[in-house]
Nanobody
Framework: QLQLVESGGGLVQPGESLRLSCAAS????????IGWFRQAPGKEREGVSC????????DYADSAKGRFTISKDNTKKAVFLQMDRLKPEDTGVYYC???????????????????WGQGTQVTISS
């Protein structure tokens, strides 16, 4: 059973940082690109960032560029999202997802991922 488990969420103040982790059980990162998505209250789920199978390609939503950094550790079967200078509008449930991707040097922030985690709550509030 493929499983993705997010952790690292919490309540922080604006300007602070959080590092989210996505542990991938039985998901072969060599075959899957990984994406981070979030859903704010009352809003649709949106893509935040993704990383290719090779790790050579990453992509970010405009709202995340310059503040968030995605990375992966294949030996630990984990993907990370470092979030700096957090804003109240970053509040939401953050999900990681895995997508079977043919091109090992590409990733996509579309919604058609194959496997999803349960999410971790991130709240930015003073």
């Amino acid at each position: 059973q493929l499983q993705l488990v997010e952790s690292g969420g919490g309540l922080v103040q604006p300007g602070e940082s959080l590092r989210l982790s996505c542990a991938a059980s039985f998901v072969v990162l060599d075959y899957h690109s990984i994406g981070w998505f979030r859903q704010a209250p009352g809003k649709e789920r949106e893509g935040v960032s993704c990383i290719s199978r090779s790790g050579s390609h990453t992509d970010y939503a405009d709202s995340a560029k310059g503040r968030f950094t995605i990375s992966k550790d294949n030996t630990k079967k984990a993907v990370f999202l470092q979030m700096d200078r957090l804003k109240p509008e970053d509040t939401g449930v953050y999900y990681c997802a895995a997508k079977i991707t043919g091109d090992r040097n590409m990733c996509y922030m579309t919604q058609d991922y194959d496997y999803w985690g349960q999410g971790t709550q991130v709240t930015i509030s003073s």
